[in-house]
């Protein structure tokens, strides 16, 4: 009698654990919707479909499922109708009396934040204090006329709002091997010598004659790079070892994978205190965050 009751136990507790560990097979009514999601609506992938809810719905015999559709920077809501049995699911949007149903169970569409830990600030350049309230991580190369736009209005708010504003810059170049590439590593490299150089090569670059050498041989913009730092007495040595030893291209390639990450495609990208932001920043956009 006792062995029976122990076997009971040990299987009621493997049970629970299989459970807990998320071994459990999915409700078929789910994972019938969770196919057509990304079979019929070509959901990709890369993209993270989180189950919402499944109930009953208004259509007779048919159930509501609503997943969250988790992009970059949105969470978008989608919500299918799946018989009872799991074999028909209708994809499309109920109208009852002329009431757009589907749009009421699903909700709308709303900004996603994203985990700024992932960014990993702390090996990147910055400018601003690290206790500032709003804090901007821009993805940009020097070869993107879009990003020294970018940086000329970013650079105009740096001053305006010099306590409560913070600059993170992520490189990205769009190839991951050759000159573009080249290029990133080489001002990476600065950064092993200290920040301040990073930055008087970054504004260099960004300038009009820095934008036609971005554009030149490697070997040429090496060259005026220790131009640069040897007239304002930095460390010579310190940036050819970096650059020698490829601690400017690791820098390069950390910040490519967070940016593949989250599925970047083109620069300049802008995340401001975890929001991806949609075109340029402004005073107005940085008003927002300070207030809130």
Known sequence: MKKNLWVGILVVALWGCWMNLGWAQEDPLVAAAREVARTQLRVPKEV???FVE?????????FIVKFQALTPDREIPIVMYVDGAGEKVLVGTLFIRGVNVTRQEAGEPKARKMDMAQFAIEKSATR????AKVTIV???????????QSWMKIRELLQKYPQTLRYVFKHFPLQNQGRPFDLSALVAATQEVSNEAFWLIH???FSDEGQKIARQETAKVKEKIEELMKEKGYDLQAFQTAWESGAGKR??????????KIHLSGTPTVIINGYLQRG???EELVEKYLKQ
């Open 48 to 50: 993270e479909l989180v």
């Open 54 to 62: 499944k109930r009953e719905s208004r259509i007779p015999g048919f």
């Open 128 to 131: 601003g204090p690290s206790e």
């Open 138 to 148: 821009e993805f940009s190369n020097f070869e993107c006329p879009y990003c020294r």
């Open 203 to 205: 504004d260099f670059l």
């Open 251 to 260: 820098r390069v390639e950390e910040d490519l994978k967070i940016g593949q």
């Open 280 to 282: 340029g920043v402004t």
